[in-house]
């Protein structure tokens, strides 16, 4: 499968953000997603993921009650709606795809497939 995100961009601080993650190349609904990021000089980490079905969603606590995880299979497409952005969410995000759920879905070897990355800057 082939992922290509895109809607990443500039805005200050509180601002709101959506990204897109679109898949071809294979039946998304046989993929569980996640988003992860990274920041300059950083490792990249963890954001969330959402399983083939959607019936669960995942979020890192640096992010919960922030941002969105959600995914439209009818689509071929994940989203990472964020809110109240802060300037420590600036880093290039990527979105990711496995078919073999693990217990492990928040480490990024967890997934096989990645999108390009979209940067996301947030200013004070």
Known sequence: VQLQASGGGSVQDGDSL????AASGGT???YDMAWFRQAPGKEREF???VPRNGASKFHADSVKGRFTISRENAKNT???QMN???PEDTAVYFCAATNI???AFMTSHSYD???QGTQVTVSS
């Open 18 to 21: 959506r990204l897109s993650c």
């Open 28 to 30: 998304f609904s046989a």
């Open 47 to 49: 954001v969330a993921a």
């Open 78 to 80: 994940v989203y990472l």
């Open 84 to 86: 109240r952005s802060k």
């Open 101 to 103: 759920w693990k217990t």
């Open 113 to 115: 497939y990645w999108g």
